[in-house]
């Protein structure tokens, strides 16, 4: 039996995000024809997570739409798993990744991007050193693409922070400064990033069909990982 995917989020109060969560699922369900695909979340928000697993039958790989590393992908996920639905494989978080790279950069050129501008990729934050380099090694890949300096920047926890950034960059050379949104969906989080005072905010990642490709990506990675794995004795 082919294992389902379960998709688990993190959870929003915004209708806007939740609405863009499931677009994204449904583009995931869309770039494969045929596999079942369930979207679940973590905390805030229905179908629970841990509502979601136990209902599904036959095998299950979980893939965490977080684009980091954290508490949620290395605490939350796991504790709801052994509660639930111990049998999951599981995946790893979506970035870094060359594809989110490729949206990213869809998304500032559609929000206006200049070849002059400075560029910010601003994230969430964790407390977790890991998902913080995680974030500035997705800086670095945009950097790349890109041609120019990009600076990864903090809305919480974590150094730079963004309001820290913004300043620096803003009595710098650059006429404007960009900023990149390193989310998946609208809400508290993106909505700093929106009032953080840059020329340009880039929409969050939402229902791309590179996010779409890279979940399918993290799911096979996760099946091929498990079949390489010696079969307890």
């Known amino acids: 039996m082919t294992p389902t995917l379960v998709l688990a989020a993190h959870g929003t109060r915004s209708e806007e995000g939740r609405q863009t969560m499931s677009a994204l699922a449904r583009a995931v369900r869309a770039a494969r024809p045929g596999h079942r695909v369930e979207l679940g979340y973590l905390e805030i928000c229905a179908p629970l997570l841990r509502d979601v697993l136990p209902a599904v039958r036959g095998p299950v790989v979980v893939v965490p739409l977080l684009l980091a590393g954290g508490y949620h992908v290395h605490i939350d996920l796991p504790a709801v798993l052994a509660d639930h639905r111990p049998d999951a494989v599981t ?11 490729a949206a990213l950069a869809r998304r500032l050129s559609r929000a206006g991007l200049r070849a002059t501008d400075a560029v910010v990729l601003g994230a969430a934050g964790s407390s977790d050193p890991a998902a913080l380099a995680d974030v500035r090694a997705a800086a670095h890949r945009l950097a790349l693409r890109l041609s120019r300096p990009v600076t990864a920047a903090f809305v919480s926890a974590g150094e730079p922070g963004l309001a820290e950034t913004m300043e620096r960059l803003r009595s710098g050379p650059a006429a404007r400064v960009a900023l990149a949104s390193y989310l998946l969906a609208p809400g508290f989080f993106h909505s700093r990033l929106a009032d953080a005072g840059a020329d340009l905010v880039s929409a969050p990642l939402g229902a791309d069909p590179d996010v779409a490709a890279l979940t399918w990506h993290r799911y096979d990675e996760a099946l091929r990982r498990t079949a390489r794995t010696p079969a307890a004795v």
């Open 91 to 101: 995946a790893g978080p979506l970035g870094p990744h060359r594809l989110l790279t």
